[in-house]
């Protein structure tokens, strides 16, 4: 991917390798844009991200890692913060970053694609599920406090599909993304996980293009063997949907380049 936004660091506790090796395997797989968006701090699930006291750690090491590698490829930095209502924290929100990656990993604080908590989809009407899932996008989407949406269809990860058109489900949450001037981030860690296909599917994507929603892309690598994974085939479904562009970040203010 010649763009790719999504990707972690050892800082969340539940990813592996160094700053370094991430980069130097984009480098290798032709990145040109390049960005760090670990799990942000929060006052809840402490387990899977960085504490609060190591924000400065994290952005300094990144901004290094922009100046050791100017000229050989453009290092962003960002986070990846969790949408729970009333856990949104202004330290995160208002930090000094290029884009900040809004996304839905918990049902009230229930982790849905955590295989430790996998039974909590038999105690749970799925159609429900996924109502309160993209609820969730949609509620995300209209704080306005994000540049991008990440995996928007996560809820899908271990294959548990509701009964009704998914994009019953889908479109108004698009619709909030559209309003919101977010951009819809291709995410390849789907074609990884038991769902076998990216973030988010191609009905989804086609219903974003009709809306005209941006989109931009993301390895979400946790570890660097992940990075620029299924590249050619996440390219080669936006370049069918009809996108030419995509999004990359800087200071929070967006542009759109050719992929």
């Known amino acids: 991917m010649k763009v790719d936004l999504h990707n972690h660091t050892p800082l969340c506790n539940h990813a592996e390798g160094s700053y370094e090796e991430y980069i130097q395997t984009a480098i290798n797989v032709g990145t040109q844009v390049f960005g760090f968006s670990d799990h942000a701090p929060m006052e809840f699930d402490p387990k899977y991200r960085m504490d609060f ?129 977010m951009v819809l981030e291709l995410n390849t860690a789907g074609y990884r996980k038991p769902c076998k296909e990216p973030y988010p599917s191609k009905a989804i994507l086609q219903k974003a293009y009709e809306l005209d929603i941006p989109i931009t892309f993301g390895s979400d690598a946790h570890k660097p063997d992940q990075v620029g994974m299924f590249s050619q085939e996440i390219e080669t479904l936006a370049k069918e949907i009809g996108y030419k562009k995509c999004a990359i970040f800087t200071s929070r203010q967006r542009e759109m380049v050719n992929f």
């Open 53 to 181: 006291s190591l924000m400065q750690t994290y952005q300094n090491a990144v901004l290094e890692q922009k100046r050791h590698f100017q000229g050989k490829i453009d290092i962003k930095l960002g986070y990846e913060v969790d949408f729970i209502p009333n856990l949104i924290d202004k330290r995160v929100v208002d930090a000094d970053v290029d884009y900040l990656i809004g996304s839905v990993h918990f049902l009230d604080k229930w982790g849905f694609d955590n295989p430790e908590f996998l039974s909590g989809y038999k105690e749970r009407d799925i159609d429900e599920i996924w109502r309160i899932y993209f609820d969730l996008i949609t509620q995300m989407a209209q704080t306005k406090l994000f540049d991008i949406v990440g995996h928007i269809d996560l809820i899908k990860v271990f294959q548990f599909y509701p009964k009704k058109d998914i994009l019953e489900y889908a479109t108004p949450a698009l619709e909030a993304i559209k309003e919101a001037d």
